[in-house]
Each structure stands twice: as structure tokens, then as C-alpha cells.
């Protein structure tokens, strides 16, 4: 049975054996405690005995050493059960998060485009909490108090089982009403999940598009939108609570039921003759303590309900087959090339395809040479650059480096043997320095700001107060377009791979910074397989081979002088750009 629960609940080996410890030492908790009480029903029977029929008073020295060694073994028991409880579970949370972490680092992109980003944090954060309250605080709590009390259960049948029954009639009833309420309680966790992920991405959004919603002058519109979301969660969690809140008092006016009809079924079978005073009395004592280590397994017990629901959400993410492949990653040279690759973002596992982007696209770029792709805006450029890189696998084709196919390969393995300038320069918060050496971690300082230099990050470094060492903010919010590019390019050149993958990396530099910085890549980037993406032709007419995309198919390749004197898609291209440098507003 505790095997199915370590399935259900997604438990380690390790969580899964302290869980079995925990059981065990909050059952032993349980039984000293009733043995507690039985200890103070021997001090008061010999009391009652002294003061009835004349007997000796219970011995000092005995009631003393009985007291202290009831504290001792109640303290022992209690450090074991927090440490097999509490303890493992908040190390198997933390393991938890770390192994989904782990598992979202090595899944496709494509995972991330079907699942919505704030349902994932919701589960990292949320779901991992709720199952590290209900294991540490209900799992242990709930099958210790049901093994203690069946032993206590047994034990009593032996004095009266007339007083039993009325003694414990009600614990499985209570349980049986929470059970019961399971099933109609389940939507409303749902909703009531549903509403937070809501209210998370609600935030977010804001949060996100802070700028544009100032500059388009939508507070007023997106705070109502937002208050709204956050009202509506708000009131389903209301019910949400306010129903599982009647549940749990109705089972607890249940369970503590048993102590009436111990009393009426006591005082009859007194009056009957058939039990002593003092039977009743010890019966009436057990029953003060026999309910309360249900108590935190009641009130909670719709937490491990909820807690199943978490698991299976994480396991949804446990089982979610990851990007693998080779690790021994060994390809002849670095040309990279596409072999009639066909592509849709709406791919999954199930192998459905999404809406084709790219369809039977052939080229290769060569090692040494400036592979430049070009088209209209979302003819599938920085598609085949995500392919070219394993962000995403092809659906049909191949995608190959050095004779390798990508989809066969590892990829943190392939990724060593790029870098990537993306056109959404991403920047932690760090220092200058910091971020340009996420390119290489062990670089010295020298090649980190060799990098810079030949990136021209010089010239803006050198205005900021501590130079190198300055913080940028939150994703480098104190840095211009420009700036944050240049960051990225030195960590690009830092990095010294063999194939660069350059994503429209020059488009925010004025003219001059992107004179210096282009000086500075074809200096930096020769022998390398580069892909350049860029839109203007001025800065791709000095690439080795154009490739130019329309509608995510090859509309034509060539050197740049082929395909000018071709007259085609490109030369058409250049000429539209020769004519708007021409406007003027
Ligand atoms: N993550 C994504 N999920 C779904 N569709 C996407 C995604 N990224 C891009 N697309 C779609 O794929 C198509 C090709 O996009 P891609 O970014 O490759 O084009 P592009 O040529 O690089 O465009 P641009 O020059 O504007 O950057 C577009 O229709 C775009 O809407």
C-alpha cells in the first residue's frame, strides 16, 4: 500500500524511506503519549484506592522515575519524527525543485512553446510546496495516528469493548465524510489553481509590458483587467476554502462525537453495574487524547488530495521526453547544413506538426565562410538559426554539422561549439565584467576584456562609475540597444567557438559603433562557420554566400554577386533598400 502512495506522490527512495521511519516514530510518539495517560490513571487509581479503601499512596520514587522516563521517551520520539518528517521532506523538496530544474534545462524548446510559462512556475514553486506541506505535515501525522490507534483500539477491546466501540466509532466515520467530499472538492482545487496561475500571469504581463502599456496610455484599462482576475481569484479561493473549511469542522464535530457517546454509553453501563467507576474514568481519559493526533491529519488530509494533483502535474514534467543524444560529439570540420529540412512550431512529442515555417530548405554554410540568410521579416531566418543549433529539432530532414546529424547529438555537447548572438540580448544582474564572461566562465580577466575591446565595449564601459565592475540591473535595464549588443558580442568572441551564429547582431549600433564592431567580427570570426541574419543588405553584401529565404523555402543562393547579377529575390531586396536609404521624412 505504501509502495502505491510512492508512486502517487512521486516520493524518493530516500523520502520514501524516511516517510517509513517517520510512520514509525510518530506512531511510537502516539503509543508513549497514551502511555502517558495510562501512567497518570495508575497515579489516580492509586490515589482513589488510598483515599477509598485505605491502600498504601503510590510510591514516590516510582510516580518520579515513571514521569521522567515518560518525558524522556517523548522527547526521543518527537526528535525522531520532526527529523524523519519534517527534515527529509523539506531536503526532498529542495531536491524536487532542483530535479525539475534539471529536467526543464535538457527539454526541447518546443516543450516550452506548449506549455505556458507561468503554469511552470506555478508547479516549480506552488505544487512543490503543496506536496512538501502535505507529506511533511500529514503523511507521517496521519498513518502513525492510524496504526497507533488501531494498536490503542485493540488494547481497549480487552477492558470493555462496549466502551470502545463508543470510544471509536467516530474516527472512521470523520474520514469517511472527508473522502467523501473528495470528489466535489476536486474542481474547485482545480479552479482555484486555474485562478492563481491566472492572477501570476496577469502580473507578469503587466509587469512585462509596463513600458508599452505607459506609452500607450492603458493603465487604466490593464490595472481594471487585472483587478478583475485578481477579485475573481479572490472569490473562487473564498469558496474554495470556505467549502473544504465545512468538510473539516463537520468531520471534526464528528469525531468528537465519540466523546458523548462515551459518556452516555459509560453512565448505562455503570448504572447497569457492568463496568467500574474507574473503567469509565480511564476510558474517559483515553478519549481526551485519542482523537487529537487526527487533528492535523484532518485538517489537512484535502492538502494530500491537492498534493496528488501537484504530483501528477509534476510528473507531466518528469515524464516529458528530453532533448538526448551523443555527448561524444566529433564531427569533420564545422560546415553546417541543411539537408531538405522541413519545420512547424507547433510540433509535439505526439509527433503532430505545427504549422509549417520552413519547407524543404538545402544549403550549406561552410566552414570559413559567411553564410548570410536573408528575406522578408518572418520568412524563417532565425528558425533554421534555432535548427542549426538544436533549439529545436526538424520535422522531417536533417540538420548536419561537420557530417554529424544535430538531432543525434547531446545538446550541451553541440552548444560548446557555438555561440550565439541572439537579437534579444539577454543580461543578468551582474557586473559588466560578469556577464561578458558568461561566454567563457574560466576566462582571465585579460580575455574577458580583450573581448570587450575588440567588441567595442570600451568606449560605454569607460563612462560608467566603476568601469568593468559597474552593475547593470535586471536584465542590463540601465543599458542602451547598442550597448547590451555589444555586451553580447564580446561574450560571443569570448567564447571562441567554431561556429557563430550572429542574429541580427549589429541591427541596434549607429553607424559608426557598427563600422568598428563589423571591423572587429571579420577579424575575430575567420576560419569560423558563421550565420549571419541580418536585414540589411549593406551589412551582408561582404558575406562568402547568401541565402535567401521566402515564405520558409530557398528562394535563391549564391555568392552576392551571383545572385545581384541574377536579378532575382535579392538583387530585388538591395534595390528596395538602395531606395529607401534614399527618403527622407
Ligand atoms: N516560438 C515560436 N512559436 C511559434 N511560431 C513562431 C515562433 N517563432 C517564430 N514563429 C513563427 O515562425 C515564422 C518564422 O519566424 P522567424 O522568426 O524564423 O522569421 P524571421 O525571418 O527570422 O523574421 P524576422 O526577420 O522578423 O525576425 C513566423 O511566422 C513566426 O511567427
Same mark, same amino acid.
Given at each position: 500500500?505504501?509502495?502505491g502512495?510512492?508512486?502517487?506522490?512521486?516520493?524518493?527512495?530516500?523520502?520514501?524511506?524516511?516517510m517509513?521511519?517517520g510512520?514509525?516514530w510518530?506512531?511510537?510518539?502516539?503509543l508513549?503519549t497514551?502511555?502517558?495517560?495510562?501512567f497518570?490513571?495508575?497515579a489516580?487509581?492509586?490515589?482513589?484506592a488510598h483515599?477509598t479503601d485505605?491502600?498504601?499512596?503510590?510510591?514516590?520514587p516510582?510516580?518520579?522515575?515513571g514521569l521522567?522516563?515518560f518525558?524522556?521517551?517523548?522527547?526521543l520520539c518527537?526528535?525522531q519524527?520532526?527529523?524523519? /518528517?519534517?527534515c527529509?521532506?523539506y531536503?526532498?523538496?529542495g %531536491?524536487q525543485?532542483?530535479?525539475?530544474?534539471?529536467?526543464?534545462?535538457?527539454?526541447?524548446?518546443s516543450?516550452?512553446?506548449?506549455?505556458d510559462l507561468?503554469?511552470?512556475?506555478?508547479?516549480? &514553486?506552488g505544487?512543490?510546496?503543496?506536496?512538501?506541506?502535505?507529506?511533511?505535515h500529514?503523511?507521517g501525522?496521519?498513518?502513525?495516528?492510524?496504526?497507533s490507534?488501531?494498536?490503542?483500539?485493540?488494547?481497549?477491546?480487552?477492558?470493555?469493548?462496549?466502551l470502545?466501540?463508543?470510544?471509536?466509532?467516530?474516527?472512521?466515520?470523520?474520514?469517511?465524510m472527508l473522502f *467523501?467530499?473528495?470528489?466535489?472538492l476536486?474542481?474547485?482545487?482545480?479552479a482555484?489553481?486555474?485562478q492563481k496561475?491566472?492572477?501570476?500571469?496577469?502580473i507578469?504581463e /503587466?509587469?512585462?509590458?509596463?513600458?508599452?502599456?505607459?506609452a500607450?496610455?492603458q493603465?487604466?484599462?490593464y490595472l481594471?483587467g487585472?483587478?478583475?482576475?485578481v477579485?475573481?481569484c479572490e472569490?473562487?479561493?473564498?469558496?474554495?476554502?470556505?467549502?473544504?473549511?465545512?468538510v473539516v469542522?463537520g468531520?471534526?464535530a464528528?469525531?468528537?462525537l465519540?466523546?458523548?457517546?462515551t459518556?452516555v454509553?459509560?453512565a448505562?453501563?455503570?448504572?447497569?453495574?457492568?463496568v467500574?467507576? &474507574? /473503567?469509565?474514568?480511564?476510558f474517559?481519559? &483515553?478519549v481526551?487524547r485519542?482523537?487529537?493526533?487526527?487533528?492535523?491529519?484532518l485538517a489537512?488530509?484535502?492538502?494530500?488530495?491537492a498534493? %496528488?494533483?501537484?504530483?501528477?502535474?509534476?510528473r507531466?514534467?518528469m515524464d516529458?521526453?528530453?532533448?538526448t543524444?551523443?555527448?561524444?560529439? @566529433?564531427?569533420?570540420?564545422?560546415?553546417?547544413?541543411?539537408?531538405?529540412v522541413a519545420?512547424g512550431?507547433g510540433? +509535439?512529442?505526439?509527433?503532430?506538426?505545427?504549422?509549417?515555417v520552413?519547407?524543404?530548405?538545402?544549403?550549406?554554410?561552410?566552414e570559413?565562410?559567411?553564410t548570410?540568410?536573408?528575406?522578408?521579416?518572418?520568412?524563417?531566418?532565425? /528558425?533554421?538559426?534555432r535548427?542549426?543549433a538544436?533549439?529545436?529539432d526538424?520535422?522531417s530532414?536533417t540538420?548536419r554539422?561537420?557530417?554529424?546529424?544535430?538531432?543525434?547529438?547531446?545538446?550541451?555537447a553541440?552548444?560548446?561549439?557555438y555561440?550565439?548572438v541572439?537579437?534579444?540580448?539577454?543580461?543578468?544582474?551582474d557586473?559588466?565584467?560578469?556577464n561578458?564572461?558568461?561566454?567563457?566562465?574560466?576566462?582571465?580577466d585579460?580575455?574577458?576584456?580583450?573581448?570587450? @575591446? *575588440?567588441?567595442?565595449c570600451?568606449?560605454?564601459?569607460g563612462r &560608467?562609475?566603476? +568601469?568593468? %565592475?559597474?552593475?547593470?540591473?535586471?536584465n542590463?535595464s540601465?543599458?542602451?540597444?547598442?550597448?547590451?549588443q555589444?555586451?553580447?558580442i564580446?561574450?560571443?568572441?569570448?567564447k571562441?567557438?567554431?561556429?557563430?551564429?550572429?542574429?541580427e547582431?549589429?541591427a541596434?549600433l549607429?553607424?559608426?559603433?557598427?563600422?568598428?564592431?563589423?571591423?572587429a567580427?571579420?577579424?575575430?570570426?575567420?576560419?569560423?562557420t558563421?550565420i549571419?541574419?541580418?536585414?540589411?543588405?549593406?551589412?551582408?553584401l561582404?558575406a562568402?554566400?547568401?541565402?535567401?529565404?521566402?515564405?520558409?523555402?530557398v528562394?535563391?543562393?549564391?555568392?552576392?554577386?551571383?545572385?545581384?547579377a541574377?536579378?532575382?529575390e535579392?538583387?530585388r531586396?538591395?534595390?528596395?533598400q538602395?531606395?529607401s536609404? +534614399?527618403?527622407?521624412?
Amino acid at each position: 500500500m505504501l509502495d502505491g502512495f510512492r508512486e502517487k506522490y512521486l516520493l524518493s527512495d530516500n523520502a520514501y524511506a524516511g516517510m517509513r521511519r517517520g510512520i514509525f516514530w510518530t506512531t511510537a510518539t502516539n503509543l508513549v503519549t497514551m502511555g502517558g495517560i495510562g501512567f497518570l490513571f495508575y497515579a489516580m487509581d492509586g490515589f482513589v484506592a488510598h483515599l477509598t479503601d485505605g491502600a498504601e499512596l503510590p510510591s514516590l520514587p516510582v510516580l518520579a522515575l515513571g514521569l521522567a522516563a515518560f518525558a524522556v521517551a517523548l522527547f526521543l520520539c518527537n526528535w525522531q519524527q520532526y527529523n524523519n /518528517t519534517y527534515c527529509v521532506f523539506y531536503r526532498e523538496s529542495g %531536491q524536487q525543485r532542483i530535479g525539475i530544474a534539471e529536467r526543464l534545462r535538457k527539454l526541447p524548446l518546443s516543450f516550452f512553446g506548449r506549455r505556458d510559462l507561468a503554469d511552470l512556475t506555478e508547479t516549480i &514553486m506552488g505544487d512543490v510546496q503543496t506536496m512538501e506541506h502535505a507529506y511533511s505535515h500529514v503523511l507521517g501525522e496521519l498513518w502513525g495516528a492510524v496504526i497507533s490507534t488501531s494498536i490503542v483500539f485493540a488494547g481497549s477491546l480487552l477492558f470493555c469493548w462496549q466502551l470502545s466501540l463508543a470510544a471509536f466509532w467516530s474516527i472512521p466515520v470523520a474520514f469517511a465524510m472527508l473522502f *467523501a467530499s473528495r470528489g466535489p472538492l476536486k474542481p474547485l482545487f482545480e479552479a482555484n489553481r486555474a485562478q492563481k496561475v491566472g492572477v501570476t500571469e496577469a502580473i507578469q504581463e /503587466t509587469l512585462d509590458c509596463v513600458r508599452e502599456i505607459r506609452a500607450t496610455n492603458q493603465e487604466g484599462r490593464y490595472l481594471e483587467g487585472l483587478f478583475g482576475q485578481v477579485d475573481r481569484c479572490e472569490r473562487v479561493c473564498a469558496k474554495g476554502e470556505l467549502t473544504n473549511g465545512l468538510v473539516v469542522n463537520g468531520a471534526y464535530a464528528v469525531l468528537r462525537l465519540g466523546i458523548a457517546t462515551t459518556v452516555v454509553t459509560g453512565a448505562s453501563l455503570v448504572a447497569a453495574g457492568q463496568v467500574g467507576l &474507574m /473503567t469509565l474514568f480511564a476510558f474517559l481519559l &483515553m478519549v481526551t487524547r485519542i482523537y487529537a493526533p487526527f487533528d492535523q491529519a484532518l485538517a489537512l488530509l484535502s492538502e494530500l488530495f491537492a498534493a %496528488q494533483t501537484s504530483a501528477s502535474r509534476m510528473r507531466s514534467i518528469m515524464d516529458e521526453p528530453l532533448a538526448t543524444g551523443s555527448a561524444d560529439f @566529433r564531427p569533420d570540420g564545422h560546415d553546417v547544413e541543411f539537408d531538405h529540412v522541413a519545420f512547424g512550431y507547433g510540433a +509535439g512529442p505526439d509527433g503532430r506538426a505545427g504549422e509549417k515555417v520552413l519547407e524543404d530548405v538545402s544549403f550549406v554554410a561552410r566552414e570559413g565562410e559567411v553564410t548570410a540568410l536573408v528575406g522578408p521579416s518572418g520568412s524563417g531566418k532565425s /528558425t533554421c538559426a534555432r535548427l542549426a543549433a538544436r533549439f529545436w529539432d526538424a520535422t522531417s530532414g536533417t540538420v548536419r554539422v561537420g557530417g554529424v546529424d544535430v538531432a543525434g547529438v547531446d545538446p550541451e555537447a553541440l552548444l560548446a561549439d557555438y555561440a550565439v548572438v541572439f537579437q534579444d540580448v539577454l543580461l543578468f544582474d551582474d557586473t559588466v565584467m560578469g556577464n561578458i564572461r558568461l561566454g567563457r566562465r574560466d576566462a582571465t580577466d585579460e580575455e574577458v576584456l580583450a573581448a570587450a @575591446r *575588440a567588441a567595442n565595449c570600451d568606449e560605454f564601459v569607460g563612462r &560608467m562609475a566603476d +568601469g568593468y %565592475q559597474t552593475m547593470i540591473g535586471e536584465n542590463g535595464s540601465r543599458l542602451s540597444g547598442g550597448e547590451r549588443q555589444r555586451i553580447s558580442i564580446a561574450r560571443a568572441l569570448l567564447k571562441d567557438a567554431p561556429i557563430v551564429l550572429l542574429d541580427e547582431a549589429t541591427a541596434s549600433l549607429d553607424v559608426e559603433s557598427e563600422t568598428q564592431v563589423q571591423g572587429a567580427l571579420s577579424r575575430l570570426l575567420a576560419g569560423k562557420t558563421v550565420i549571419v541574419i541580418a536585414h540589411r543588405m549593406r551589412t551582408v553584401l561582404s558575406a562568402d554566400k547568401i541565402v535567401v529565404l521566402r515564405d520558409g523555402r530557398v528562394a535563391e543562393q549564391g555568392s552576392p554577386e551571383e545572385l545581384l547579377a541574377a536579378g532575382g529575390e535579392f538583387a530585388r531586396m538591395v534595390g528596395l533598400q538602395r531606395e529607401s536609404a +534614399g527618403w527622407r521624412l
